[in-house]
């Protein structure tokens, strides 16, 4: 079993920016007038971390991705390592090729979370938070609220959210992306947004008539 606190973590020596994220890079910091261009500082973290995740199926940011983003943005490296660090989007290690991230803040606890981590470490053999699934394929990583707490308890993997979780509906996701398959995120309970079970119940007819 993989552990993301790895002290022995080989950080690769070299990072550059591939086309897609220079394209981006461009039409973002474009935005800032100039000589504010550090402002750009998150978005362009955010492009090494999925470029990354493209070239080598981990979605994380090294030390020379960070680097690369200072050299860039004309910042002094410790000010990107300082954002790198503080904020959770940023994977500051390897994970696997799935990012399991379980909230377990209080309306998703009330709602089951401690039943979404044991499906979790029963379908990937993770024992605990911030480990590496054998096989590479999964991380769990737990989270603090990921503001969707009407529809508790959520499991994040990668970007999307997966709400209305239960024991069974988590380990036929796991078992799906195992499959290669990626089913779409929202209400594993069919729920439209978040309106209530069995559909909305107030503003179902037209007030008004059109035009009015």
Known sequence: MADSSDATLEQPKHFGFDAESEAEINRIVARYPAGKQASAVIPLLWLVQKQM??????????????????????????????????????????????????????????????????????????TEFGQTSADGMFTMTEVECLGACVNAPILQVDDDFYEDMDVDRTKQLLDALRRGERPSPGSMTGRQTSAPDGGPNTLTTLQFAPGE
């Open 53 to 126: 995740k493209r070239q080598t199926g981990s979605a994380w940011v090294p030390l020379a991705g960070m680097d690369a983003v200072a050299s860039r943005l004309d910042m002094a490296p410790i000010r990107v390592y300082e954002v790198a660090t503080f904020y959770f989007m940023f994977n500051t290690k390897p994970v696997g090729k799935f990012h399991l991230q379980v909230c377990t803040t209080t309306p998703c606890w009330l709602r089951g979370s401690d039943a979404i981590v044991q499906a979790c470490k029963e379908a990937t053999g993770i």
